[in-house]
């Protein structure tokens, strides 16, 4: 060959390769970060091409990135276009070739631009083995490139000339990627997370790699193997074995667009989040850059029409040239749409976790690229039209669908420490129409990015708003502290406003308010406000509650604010007598309003305070307080005269022998200066408050001192106007005031013993009285000329008696009915005579011989009684003997003294026969009545017992010889003998002894009594009749 044809021949193929070189160099130049995550897959992708059943190994050093895999040898095609860095699909009839060694492999130079080839080369009578074949791109300019693409590429022609040929391949095309620069160590470090993140998807998607071994810098292996997938129902199951631990990929598909969906899923039943940097669209391999498309899914098409990066599809542009691919990507997303809205429409009530299905977020803020915001703006709207009418909020009651749920705006969520107490309040009103608390902030983030406008968001205000139906704190007895820090959450987050809105805030009284209705209550203590809340409840009202105070903006309101309205508010309503009466609540208030002292209690007030709790049954201990009134006036005073009107009024309700026995309450006001304080001049002038003599209250103007008047005076004062038509004047004790209060009476007006006996002697009229025995006041002036006959002091109280006490007593003796009563007393012994003088001095002395008259009678009736029981056994005993007329010695009646259930036993031959009880009826107004003994020894012989009543009510009333019965046949027709008594009583009895001593049973007590109407004893039996019934008895 010529110097020149050579010359040639090197000059073309420089220039072939210069524009190798040239693309190789501007392929370098757009490497980044995404090149570097994509080289792996690039690997990967021409490993799995050229081998059927493909198994990778993968190994890092702090030197190197090696990568090995079982497929295909070189052939002098595929090592020229690794060479010159060119696709072997331009090589006719290669389609298992496709891809290798294209644009795509120049990202692999991320991991180092010098790369050394082990392995195999085809020849037609067999195999070149070769180790460390360098492949070199470092250059400077592309002057330096060419000239060692020329050289390679010489050397690979020269394994060409080999003739060490072998039979079989190689088992492993290795390529070692050195690295050479920090870059380059970073992105192969970076390259084991990315396998560890996307390898499952990518081997349950190529069904061609079987197992992948990485191998990291510290010798540390994980295998990934691929077992057998095989079908549940729709869903294809993928085992993914990694170190022999299974990781489920579960996947649908639809075979006419070959279409695959990776379902995030755990197990069938619980959905997962897929790792944010994972790529959510595949064409075997992940395209990154989709890693945010917009949805929690893998979806694979080997359809798919992908950039010039790999970085995502074709969607929608102006460009001509992609139409047919954007329209074939986008019928394919279609599909994939499909898919995904029936799998969940299905599976919607029994997969957990389901809203982690409900991501949508396709991007709609593209800059520069209006045409496809348009789309995705539109897939949006249809992939959460659908999404929205499935059952994927799980609540914590049934699952509903997001537009019939209730999503926490984001203005709720800005803080995690108030979180769970916001829920709980919201939990409160919306309760089965909200996520479950831990998935709250995902579905708000999701709803927020659907970007639809008709689902229902929870504000501040909404909440707010159903506080303030809630109307008080009681409602939130269990939930209280969450609504505190919920209102913490609001001023925290300048939500303020929010306050004076609605009526949200606490008042002391747990009722609701707005910010602007309520005051700080900066120094008003507890017992103030329970003050408050009794006599004043609207200015309690007024108070925000003390474990709400945050830092609002409130008004304050101090003690003295206090004082001046509660005394206004008594003032008020305690005006008017219909009001003097406290309610027991009211009077315990302001009991204790009254005993806040500064320090010391003395004085008027703490004597005051001390009578109406002991009046009341009250212990108010004292308080101190200090500064309820800036000029240190009587601010207490208003409440205290109203304690002591409701005291007099209370007072005035017991009668005179409650004040008698409490005596003291009145005694210790006078001593309290109640009486003569000034500022109690009002009521003490108009109250009923001074005790007369009686013990009852009057008022000071109807009272008069009594000026040593004595007490027999006033008793024979009272009896004289007692029966008199003016009883105002009666009894004189009302009138004249106890003598222990006289000096705090407001005047001095007194009475005197003249005075009442000038009243009593113009009544009597003893000067126009001529028949003095006549008088119905004879008595009274009798006696009054006794008194003045043993005090001569009586003398000036009755000076016209005195001067007519001779004559006065020459008339009375006259009297003839009234001198013989003398005479018969004159009559008498002496001691006698003094002895109804006694008596006839004591007020009961008709009583007194009342009762000693009665007391006589009934005990003639009880010796009569027992004499009156031995006639008739006696008589009975009598009629017996002669009747049989045979020997009786041992026969006997016996009248019994002691009470044994019947008054006569008749023994015969020593053995009681029969028993006899006997009632004498004495006055008709008593009814003959048995004793439970005598009823009861009734029932028990009912055929030896008998009742003998005798009727003795009309019998010689009032002679000597009523109760002197010595012939029975004088009282014969009276008897009557009931001789079946027994079995008369027996039913009546029956119930009662059936239940005597059974414990836990009703019963009756022992002192009952059996009463026999006169209707059944006039059933019985004569005397007669009795006496013959018994005689045959003992002749039996």
């Excluded at 299905?357 to 789309?375: Q, R």
């Excluded at 919920?486 to 009722?511: A, M, V, W």
């Excluded at 008339?811 to 004159?826: A, G, W, Y």
């Excluded at 009961?844 to 009762?851: D, H, S």
Aim: hydrophobic share 35%; net charge negative; charged share 30%.
């Amino acid at each position: 060959m010529s110097e020149a044809k050579e010359k040639a021949k090197k000059e073309a193929a420089r220039i072939d390769m210069k524009q190798h070189a040239n693309k190789l160099i501007q392929g370098f130049e757009k490497l980044d970060g995404t090149d570097a995550k994509r080289a792996i897959w690039e690997l990967l992708q021409n490993a799995v091409d050229v081998s059927e059943n493909c198994e990778i190994i993968i190994s890092i050093t702090d030197k190197s990135l090696i990568f090995q895999h079982n497929g295909k040898p070189f052939t002098t095609t595929t090592l020229n276009s690794l060479i010159k860095q060119v696709s072997s699909k331009a090589s006719q009839n290669n389609d298992d070739e496709v891809g290798q060694y294209g644009t795509g492999f120049i990202t692999t130079h991320s991991f180092g631009k010098k790369i050394l080839l082990s392995g195999s080369l085809k020849k037609e009578e067999g195999y070149i083995y070769f180790d460390n074949f360098e492949i070199d791109r470092t250059a400077k300019d592309s002057d330096e490139l060419i000239e060692k693409l020329i050289i390679q590429q010489e050397k690979a022609f020269d394994l060409i000339d080999i003739n060490d040929t072998k039979e079989e391949p190689s088992k492993f095309t290795t390529f070692e990627y050195l690295v050479a620069t920090d870059l380059e160590k970073e992105n192969v470090e970076k390259v084991i997370d990315e396998l560890n993140l996307a390898l499952p998807y990518v081997m349950s998607l190529n069904d061609k790699l079987i197992k992948v071994t990485i191998i990291d810098k510290n010798k540390k292996e994980t295998i990934f193997k691929k077992n057998k997938g095989y079908f549940e129902n729709t869903i294809k199951v993928t085992p993914i074995l990694i170190n022999s631990i299974e990781k489920i990929i579960y996947s649908i598909s639809e075979a006419e667009s070959k279409i695959v969906v990776i379902l995030p899923l755990e197990n069938p039943n619980k959905a997962i989040s897929f790792d944010p940097k994972l790529a959510k669209l595949f064409l075997y391999y992940p395209l990154i850059g989709t890693e945010n498309f917009g949805f929690n899914f893998i979806v694979h098409s080997k359809q798919f029409a992908p950039t010039e990066p790999r970085d995502g599809i074709h969607l929608r542009s102006n460009n001509d040239q992609t139409q047919e691919k954007e329209k074939s990507n986008r019928e394919l997303l279609e599909v994939a749409f499909t898919l995904i809205s029936n799998f969940i429409k299905e599976n919607a009530n029994i997969i957990d976790n389901i809203h982690l299905l409900s991501k949508i977020n396709f991007n709609t803020n593209i800059p520069n690229n209006s045409i496809l915001c348009v789309y995705f703006k539109e897939l949006k709207e249809k992939w959460v039209n659908n999404f929205k009418s499935y059952p994927l909020v799980e609540t914590n009651g049934e699952r509903i669908c997001p537009e019939d749920a209730f999503l926490f705006s984001e203005e709720l969520l800005k803080d995690d420490t108030y979180f769970d107490s916001i829920y709980t309040i919201v939990n409160l009103f919306w309760k089965n129409e909200i996520p479950q608390k831990h998935i709250v902030k995902e579905w708000t983030k999701y709803i927020t990015e659907w970007e639809d406008t008709t689902l229902n968001f929870i504000d501040i205000t909404s909440i707010a708003e159903e506080i303030e139906k809630s109307e008080t704190l009681s409602f939130y007895e269990e939930t209280k502290e969450d609504l505190k820090n919920f209102y913490t959450y609001l001023i925290k987050y300048n939500h303020t406003e929010i306050f004076n809105q609605y009526k949200i805030l606490p008042n002391i009284k747990n009722d609701f308010c707005q910010q602007s209705q309520l005051k700080s209550c900066l120094d008003i203590d507890d017992v103030l406000i329970d003050i408050a809340n009794v006599i004043i409840p609207d200015i309690s009202k007024k108070f925000l509650a003390k474990d709400f105070k945050f830092e609002l903006n409130l008004d304050s309101y101090e003690r003295k604010d206090f004082v001046k309205d509660i005394n206004a508010k008594i003032a008020e309503n305690y005006k008017s007598e219909n009001n003097f009466l406290l309610a027991s609540e009211t009077l315990s208030a302001m009991i204790k309003y009254c005993s806040i002292f500064p320090d010391t209690s003395k004085g008027i007030r703490a004597d005051l305070l001390s009578i109406i709790n002991d009046f009341f049954g009250l212990k108010q201990p004292i308080i101190n307080i200090r500064n309820l009134s800036d000029d240190g006036s009587n601010w207490w005073l208003t409440a205290l005269k109203c304690l002591l009107r409701n005291f007099i009024y209370e007072l005035n309700k017991k009668d005179n022998e409650w004040i008698k026995s409490n005596f003291d309450f009145l005694t210790k006001l006078s001593e309290s200066g109640a009486y003569t304080y000034s500022d109690f001049k009002d009521i003490i002038s108009i109250f009923k408050i001074f005790p007369n003599q009686q013990f009852d209250l009057c008022t000071g103007t109807n009272l008069k001192i009594d000026n040593n008047i004595s007490e027999k005076l006033k008793d024979l004062y009272d009896e004289i106007f007692k029966n008199n038509s003016d009883t105002s004047k009666y009894p004189i004790r009302n009138f004249l005031i106890h003598n222990d209060f006289k000096d705090f009476l407001p005047h001095k007006e007194e009475k005197t013993s003249e005075s009442l006996g000038q009243e009593i002697e113009s009544l009597l009229k003893i000067q126009d009285n001529t028949n003095i025995n006549q008088s119905p006041y004879i008595k009274q002036i009798l006696e009054i000329i006794k008194l003045i006959s043993d005090n001569p002091e009586w003398k000036k109280y009755f000076p016209i008696i005195e001067s007519k006490k001779a004559s006065i007593m020459l008339d009375r003796i006259s009297d003839s009915e009234t001198k013989e009563d003398l005479f018969s007393i004159i009559g008498l012994e002496k001691e006698k005579i003094s002895l109804l003088g006694k008596l006839s001095k004591k007020d009961n002395f008709e009583k007194i011989i009342k009762l000693g008259t009665e007391l006589l009678e009934e005990e003639e009736y009880k010796k009569t009684d027992f004499q009156f029981k031995k006639t008739i056994g006696t008589h009975i005993e009598k009629l017996v003997r002669e009747e049989i007329k045979v020997d009786l010695k041992t026969f006997e009646v016996k009248v019994q003294e002691e009470q044994g259930g019947q008054d006569i036993t008749i023994k015969y031959k020593g053995e009681i026969i029969y028993y006899i009880e006997v009632k004498s009826r004495w006055d008709s107004k008593n009814s003959v009545t048995m004793s439970s003994t005598q009823m009861k020894k009734a029932v028990e012989n009912q055929t030896e017992y008998s009742l003998c009543c005798v009727d003795m009510t009309d019998y010689k009333v009032g002679t000597e010889e009523r109760y002197k019965v010595s012939d029975i046949n004088e009282i014969r027709d009276r008897i009557y003998i009931l001789s079946d008594i027994g079995s008369k009583i027996e039913p009546i009895l029956k119930g009662i002894l059936s239940v005597k001593d059974k414990e836990n049973e009703i019963s009756i007590s022992e002192d009952y009594r059996g009463v026999i109407p006169q209707a059944i004893i006039k059933e019985g039996g004569s005397l007669d009749s009795f006496i013959e019934m018994l005689i045959k008895k003992l002749a039996n």
